[in-house]
């Protein structure tokens, strides 16, 4: 027989979404609004450990990272977001990548945005991406530029803790306007 209870992975008041399996099976990564920023619609990438059922941040900031997905070896995570970099005037979606120490990069920049990432292989993504007023399906080669304007970090803050910990208002802004650690 096939045991097929259901088993809740997460127990709290937050919009956890998006889950995905790394290929090892030992970490689940989703996005949720589990910072003082959810309140505002944002939400951020969190790995959840299955062995030590801890969870810690991936992502943190005033953006709507979304559709996580691990690279074949489960040491990155690429991911779509809003998130304003560099010279950025408006959000538009586009695909970054971070590691497990919430350490990563812009990996495009479409004006019309980028969506639902996967892996094809490391040095290539495929995705959604909107021109011309509809959507197609892109295949691109990707690497993290060594341009600070295109990469992203947690607060050091935020690395230090090995488990998510909720930041009040005030040092969620202290700590999304601090300067990054990278």
């Known amino acids: 027989t096939t045991d097929r209870s259901l088993t809740q992975l997460t127990n709290d008041n937050y919009s956890d979404e998006n889950p ?3 290929p090892d099976g030992k970490y689940i990564v989703f996005s949720s609004d589990r910072t003082s920023f959810g309140r505002d619609g944002f939400s951020n990438l969190f790995l959840y450990d299955l062995e030590t059922r801890q969870i ?3 992502t943190f900031g005033r953006a709507h990272d979304r559709t996580p997905r691990f690279s074949r070896y ?3 995570v690429i991911f779509s977001s809003d998130r304003i970099l560099g010279n950025d005037s408006l959000p538009t979606f586009n695909l970054y990548e971070v590691d497990f120490s919430g350490n990563g990069c812009r990996l495009t920049d479409y004006v019309g945005g980028a969506f639902e990432p ?4 490391d040095s290539t993504a495929i995705f959604t991406g909107y021109e011309d007023r509809n959507y197609h399906i892109y295949s691109q080669r990707i690497k993290c530029s060594s341009s600070a304007t295109d990469s992203i970090s947690l607060p050091q ?3 230090a803790h090995s488990a998510w910990v909720w930041f009040s ?4 802004q202290l700590l999304s306007d601090a300067p990054s650690t990278s």
């Open 157 to 159: 803050e935020l690395s």
């Open 169 to 172: 208002d005030t040092q969620s």
């Open 20 to 22: 995905v399996w790394s």
């Open 56 to 58: 810690r941040y991936l």
């Open 74 to 76: 489960g040491d990155k």
């Open 118 to 121: 996967g892996f094809v292989n």
